[in-house]
């Protein structure tokens, strides 16, 4: 099948209580690892380009990996989506270049002016068949070249959501309920420390979200920010020269609940990040004298293929959806 739309796989994550995972791609590697593993695991997926992909791989080659990933697993929904468009160009440009859902991040603007800009982008999208995420309330953390401290971060406000969603026509909306982007998603302060050292982060609050899908029935609902930062990955980045002490992401059995409720799509760039460069350490220290890249890329891209099924079976619940 072509490129889709998120509309029919949020409808049934949303109904089946699973969510959808949507991947950061950036290089052929990670589109592969991402794609194998869905494709393995009949498993539809989202894959998303950043501002900073786009930059760095040119939209062309993003287009064209995704397009062979959807010829060679025709039998799995595929929908590539534009994350965390700043403003109505990008937006634009990703729409009239193929892309079937994008993002409008208006959250850094005031109410009002974060309503005008997404209902013109859902104006433009809709007029040409793709979906549109936007954004209320502020992640902390870092995306792309924008940097929110965590005490600039604020929770979505619950009360604002149904007059958003009515007045811009939006089909998805992502919200803040404490996860955060990166892989330092909590300062050791914010934290306990359980019985092996590790940092316990404080729970999502799960009371936004359930007052946010109160008041919008059925309607899907978006999490960004939520790597797992799993030591399995960071011990063996800092076990071969790395140096990533106390990251910490969102505890897995919190984001399996919360694709449960309302949580339709779970964004993941920091995991995938983390196992590249896990496999490409490994791989250099255990083999100085390798000097193939798909040597140590491959191993990279090992490691992604693994977190991506590790995600569908364990995370998301989307396993045999597709
Ligand atoms: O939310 C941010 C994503 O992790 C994308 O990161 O802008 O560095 O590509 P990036
Ligand atoms: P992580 O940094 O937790 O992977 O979040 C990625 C994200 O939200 C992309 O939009
Ligand atoms: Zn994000």
Redesign the pocket.
Known sequence: MPLVTTTEMFKKAYEGKYAIGAF?V?NMEIVQGITEAAADLHSPVILQA????RK?AKPEYLKHLVEAAVELYPEIPIALHL??GADFETCKSCIDGGFTSVMIDGSKYAYDENVALTKKVVEYAHAHGVVVEAELGKLAG???DVQVAAHEASYTRPEEVEDFVSRTGVDSLAIAIGTS??AYKFTPEQCTRNADGILVPPELRFDILDEVAKRLPSFPIVL??ASSVLPKYTKVINANGGKMPDAVGIPEDQLRHAASLAVCKI?I??DLRLGMTAGIRKHFVEHPDHFDPRQYVGEGRQNIYDIVSNKIKNVLGSENKA
Do not use: R
């Not at 950043?50 to 992909?53: I, L, Q, V, W, Y």
């Open positions: 950061n950036n950043s501002a900073g992909a760095y994350d965390h870092i995306e792309d982007h990166g960004h920010g964004n760039d920091s």
